[in-house]
């Protein structure tokens, strides 16, 4: 069954700044060759990872290469390709042998008109629209998504912990987010949970901080943005799921990989969780440490790398 909430939103509206990318360029030659060898250890083949033009891609590239090199199999990282439009190609063309992907954003880029809401409705979507050389391995727990986020003073006086909470005391609320969030919201979020605020105020990329000063109650803020933790914000629960599922879910080629390749990227997806994935990306965006760093932490503190 799909959600209450799948069926009043389009899935065009989950092409959020988490999976878009964005600039840099594209490293790679378009006319690439798929692989012609299987991706073995030991020289066998090569097994090309690629990421999107965000520190928390290339983060997932090199959990993924790292934990790869560690199992013997010969990888190569093409960071900061640019857009899914250039990912997805290489990954079906073979230029690329994996990505780590957002399965809603994956499932909207392929099938825009598709209402999946759910993990397990967005990848068994997926499994069905895929074209017959790509496969989605499992999806880990964490996810970097829509939220609604509130201040823990807010959570605390109001007693609001989910959005259908929310519902009852946003009226007297302004909310912030991109410029385009009210058009994108206000009639699912009024459909789906009754909340309508009071005011919608286009506060872009410093919704967090204006959650935190006041000038805001509620605001927009991707679910592993480390000013969560810095800015003492709690994001409310979905309890309908009217923000679509964006587990980090690995994309493949299937003639690139192996069982070597896929038994250990199902064992970093079952370890990886949404609380880790937000402490990594503080090291990067706060502490300033390198993703390739930050990665051989993570994999060494959970027997992976």
């Not at 009226?171 to 949970?193: H, L, N, S």
Request: proline share 5%.
């Amino acid at each position: 069954m799909f959600s209450t909430a799948a069926v009043v939103l389009s899935a065009a509206l989950t092409l959020t700044a988490c999976g878009g990318g964005g600039g840099g360029g594209n490293p790679l030659d378009t006319t690439s060759a798929a692989p012609t060898g299987s991706a073995t250890g030991g020289g066998g083949g090569t097994v090309v990872i690629g990421s999107f033009d965000f520190d928390e891609s290339v983060l997932l590239g090199s959990i993924y290469a790292q934990a790869l090199e560690a199992k013997g199999v010969t990888v190569e990282e093409k960071p900061r390709i640019g857009s899914r439009e250039v990912v997805y190609d290489q990954v079906k063309s073979g230029g690329l042998t994996l990505v780590p992907e957002y399965n809603g954003n994956l499932l909207a880029f392929i099938d825009q008109q598709n209402k999946a809401a759910t993990t397990e409705e967005v990848n068994a979507a997926l499994k069905e629209k895929l074209p017959a050389e790509l496969e989605v391995l499992e999806s880990s727990p964490a996810e970097d998504k829509d939220t609604l986020s509130i201040s823990k003073d807010t959570q605390s006086k109001q007693s609001v912990n989910t959005m259908e909470d929310l519902a009852k005391v946003s009226k007297d609320m302004i909310v912030g987010g991109p410029p385009e969030f009210k058009k994108r919201w206000e009639a699912p979020f009024k459909e789906v949970y009754g909340i309508q605020f009071k005011q919608w105020k286009p506060t872009g990329p410093a919704t967090a901080d204006a959650i935190k000063d006041g000038s805001i109650q509620v605001g927009n803020v991707f679910s592993t943005d480390p000013k969560i933790t810095a800015n003492n914000l709690v994001p409310l629960q979905d309890t309908k799921n009217i923000f679509p599922a964006q587990n980090v879910t690995p994309l493949l080629n299937k003639a690139g990989a192996t069982d070597t390749v896929r038994t250990t990227l199902n064992a970093i997806s079952a370890k990886l969780t949404t609380d880790s994935l937000l402490d990594m990306m503080q090291k990067i965006a706060v502490n300033k440490d390198e993703p390739a760093t930050v990665a051989k932490e993570w994999l060494s503190a959970n027997g992976l790398g």
